[in-house]
């Protein structure tokens, strides 16, 4: 059997790939034989993240785009796609994020987020669809453990991150049948992230987070690239609709207490 997990000659679409966890999914494929596209807002990690993964052997591209913006990001998909071909592999990961209550945020503030999050990721997946491979191809949200567990101080990611999930699964009834598979990943807390600098700034607070999974470690981005190439092979050509948490069981400890803790903590710094 050839290696399910080759993904030479195929072409994955990464939002949001230039820094974080979606850069480590980025650079997982690609060190996998993948040609690689990537966007993001910000021109300087774009090009960062182009050289990154040309380092690796691979064939890569950027290009600056908000995700917010439906029209950018579909010349995006029509660039490449115009390059590379048929994307087999489209994953969403864009995201914002910044602990406030519900009384310490703005609409504007809130809507950020949700349009980051929930829109963005609608704006890709949408998009995306008219330059996926079908059958064949695989898309692949990135959530939150916000989507299913309350949590104070973040009210627009649980709100937003939900409505990713939902959407994932209502991709996967309508899309499934023409061989388009549509998943979410549910990172944890993930280490060198600018999501977990957020909310855990402190040593203090990093520390009661770690202690927290029950995996005894924070995760990194290249745990998450692992579980993203796994659902993009044909060993999971039958999973869809699924939303999949890759935290080291973090969640099964009580995020939205962890959270709270958290909470007070940041209050006292």
Known sequence: MDNPLDFSDKTVFVAGGTSGINLGIANGFA???????VISRSADKVANAVALLEATGAQAIGFSADVRDY??????????????GE??????GAAGNFPAPVLGMSANAFK??????????????????????????????????????????QAHVCAAKAGVDMLTRVLALE????????????PGPIQGTEGMARLAPTPAMLDA?????????LGTPEDVAKVAMLLASPLCEYMNGVVLPV???????????????????LHKS
């Open 31 to 37: 060190r996998a034989g993948a040609r690689l596209a």
């Open 71 to 84: 029209a950018a990001v579909e010349t995006t998909l029509r660039d490449t796609h115009a390059r590379f």
């Open 87 to 92: 994307i087999d592999v489209l994953i969403s």
């Open 112 to 153: 950020s987020v949700v349009d980051i999050d929930l829109l963005g990721t609608f704006n890709v997946v949408r998009a995306g669809y008219a330059f996926l491979r079908k059958p064949g191809g695989s898309v692949i949200n990135i959530s939150a453990p916000q989507a299913y567990v309350p949590s104070p101080l």
């Open 175 to 186: 899309w499934g049948g023409e061989g388009v598979r549509v998943n979410s990943i549910v």
């Open 209 to 217: 987070v770690t202690q927290s999974v029950p995996a005894g470690r």
């Open 247 to 265: 935290d080291g069981g973090w969640s099964l400890m009580g995020f939205g207490a962890i959270m709270k803790d958290l909470s007070k903590l």
